[in-house]
């Protein structure tokens, strides 16, 4: 059976306005994680918020008491430099730092938001950094990505520079409210079959009319932002992707 299954709605999608209390209402509701979209406006064409809000938000949800614990932040880094703020968003409150693996093999390996540094980091650097710095990590695909480019880093005897999860892309990333693209699915499924206790996260498009597709082809991690925050009933949307997700991990056994 793959690990557990894991609802981590997108705070994306939540009222900016009063986001402490949406953050405390939707761990109410019984998600697992939530998932924090930080983009920085040059690696996608969108900006969010950064260490500071999380800072702002941390208070409003315990911390987890274990690893992959309830409480979670999962904080998604869409970056084009992701090594330079490791430090920052680790005092902030981030327990899941998962940057982009197009960007780490672009960027630089400066560590501090103001540093400059010729050097270059890589997936597996970046990794052993995060891990350092008492984090959990994530490496995250694009659509446009092939899944073999994992390979390796997922092969590497070396722990500390092996991810705790990888999160493929089901839309372009940088915007919310995107469709769902089924055509990514294959990577979910050859990650799956390949390494069946791997936490493998989806983000984008989900939501009960397809979180189907994703769990069949072996996420269990399940990202959805408009989907839980605008729904009537939040909670009610979130227990049915968590039975959606436990049904076909049962039917892998």
């Known amino acids: 059976m793959s690990p557990r299954t894991i609802i981590a709605p997108s705070i994306l999608s939540a009222d900016f306005a009063a986001l402490g209390a949406a953050c405390s ?14 983009m920085d406006g040059h690696f996608v064409p969108n900006m969010t918020f950064g260490a500071p809000v999380v800072t702002k ?19 998604h880094m869409m970056l084009a430099e992701p090594k330079k ?11 899941l730092y998962c940057f982009h693996y ?8 400066a560590e501090n938001p103001a540093d400059f540094s010729e050097s270059k980091t890589s997936p597996k650097d970046l990794i052993r950094f995060i891990h350092d710095h008492g984090m959990l990590a994530g490496i995250a695909i694009m659509p446009s990505t092939p899944v073999d480019v994992l390979w390796d880093i997922l ?17 372009p990333p940088g ?34 009319s397809t979180v189907d597709q994703a769990a069949e082809a ?8 408009s989907a839980v925050f605008g729904a009537k009933d939040p909670a009610a949307v979130i227990e049915r992707l968590r039975e959606a997700v436990d049904k076909s991990r049962e039917s892998r056994l």
């Open 25 to 38: 209402d939707t761990i109410g509701q019984k998600a697992d994680w939530l998932h924090v979209d930080v």
């Open 57 to 75: 938000i941390r208070p409003h949800v315990q911390r987890p008491k274990a690893a992959y614990g309830t409480g979670t932040f999962d904080c």
């Open 85 to 95: 703020w490791v430090k920052e968003f680790q005092k902030a409150g981030c327990d």
């Open 102 to 109: 197009e960007a780490a093999i672009s960027s630089t390996a």
């Open 155 to 171: 092969e590497n005897p070396e722990k500390r520079e092996t991810p705790d999860m990888v999160l493929v892309m089901t839309v």
């Open 175 to 208: 915007f919310g409210g995107q469709k769902f693209m089924a055509s990514v699915l294959p990577k979910v499924r050859a990650l799956r079959e390949k390494y069946p206790d791997l936490n493998i996260e989806v983000d984008g498009g989900l939501a009960e």
């Open 218 to 225: 072996g996420a269990n991690v399940i990202v959805a932002g």
